[in-house]
């Protein structure tokens, strides 16, 4: 039943993520997020709701970095409207940004595995970056490959269940484009770490 239940929750992310993307490039064919997201009160697939529910409803708790960029504003939003999680912090490189949730605040430069809550069980990564914005290549991989990579590790430390990161379309570790390279990179290494999902 458990393994059912892990395959349908994939299923739903990769519906979700897979909307979000069509609603990107073809807005005509807009989809509301709302009605299918799997983290909503009143989701479509509300049967997956209540075996989840019931066995992890005390224990969720989600980390979100990036909190303050687009899709991290987001998220949060939705999050802190969802019944789906106990919890939810914040991991923020300056203070006062986000109201009604938990800040962490922490440079990713310094960022210890002893600055972030040990109950974390999922952390949504919403960091990115420009190479514009980073002011150089080097700064970009840093932000999207190495920070990212780091907060994976302290996080699977700590016990986290699960890691789900904001990639790129064309992310591919032998891709020509820079951009798509670093995030190809990103995942491939993420994989090593060890996550279940």
Request: proline share 2%.
């Amino acid at each position: 039943m458990k393994h059912f239940l892990d395959r349908l929750e994939r299923i739903h992310k990769v519906q979700d993520r897979n909307l979000r993307i069509r609603n990107q490039f073809f807005p005509e064919r807009r989809v509301d997020f709302e009605k299918n997201s799997f983290i909503k009160k009143e989701e479509k697939h509300s049967f997956l709701n209540l075996f989840r529910r019931n066995r992890y409803m005390s224990q969720k708790i989600a980390l979100v970095a990036g909190a303050t960029g687009l899709i991290g504003k987001c998220l949060l939003e939705e999050l802190s409207q969802s019944s789906y999680y106990q919890k939810v912090y914040a991991l923020v490189r300056r203070p006062g940004n986000i109201t009604g949730i938990e800040e962490i605040v922490s440079d990713y430069e310094s960022l210890v595995a002893a600055s972030l809550p040990k109950e974390i069980t999922d952390v949504f990564c919403c960091l990115g970056t420009t190479i514009s914005k980073a002011g150089s290549q080097e700064n970009f991989r840093k932000v999207d490959h190495e920070y990212v990579l780091k907060l994976a590790k302290f996080t699977k430390e700590k016990g986290t269940r699960s890691f789900l990161v904001v990639s790129a379309l064309g992310a591919d570790p032998k891709s020509f484009v820079f951009y798509n390279r670093v995030k190809g990179e990103m995942e491939k290494d993420l994989e090593k770490i060890g996550f279940s999902f």
